[in-house]
């Protein structure tokens, strides 16, 4: 069994920065093939950035492209979100997800969450 713990998140003001972090535990599987999510007050959960199937490659929401950074250290199982010129919007719960591999369609596990608030 996975277990995603998230950690990080916190208030912060506009402009301002946080780095979140995520470690993979229990079955192993390759952090390439994580990403992370997010879900804002009464929105849909939403895509923020994950890892593409190239070598070094990424990909992110528009919303966030430029902003965020998505990175990795396979030998401790974790996974970094920094996001810098943090915005309202930016507000919301955000998730740590992995795929069973790299060609999975889908996220099947899930972390907890945390919260991330960017207030004036």
């Known amino acids: 069994q996975v277990q995603l713990v998230e950690s990080g998140g916190g208030l912060v003001q506009i402009g301002g920065s946080l780095r979140l972090s995520c470690t993979a535990s229990g079955q192993t599987f390759s952090t390439r093939a994580m990403g992370w999510f997010r879900q804002a007050p009464g929105k849909a959960r939403e895509f923020v950035a994950a890892?593409?199937?190239?070598?070094?490659?990424?990909a992110y929401a528009d919303s966030v492209k430029g902003r965020f950074t998505i990175s990795r250290d396979g030998a401790k199982s974790m996974v970094y979100l920094e996001m810098n010129r943090l915005k309202p919007e930016d507000t919301g719960v955000y998730y740590c997800?992995?795929?069973?591999?790299?060609?999975?369609?889908?996220?099947?596990?899930w972390g907890q969450g945390t919260q991330v608030t960017v207030s004036s």
């Open positions: 890892f593409g199937p190239g070598s070094g490659s990424t």
């Open positions: 997800a992995g795929r069973r591999s790299m060609v999975a369609a889908t996220y099947d596990y």
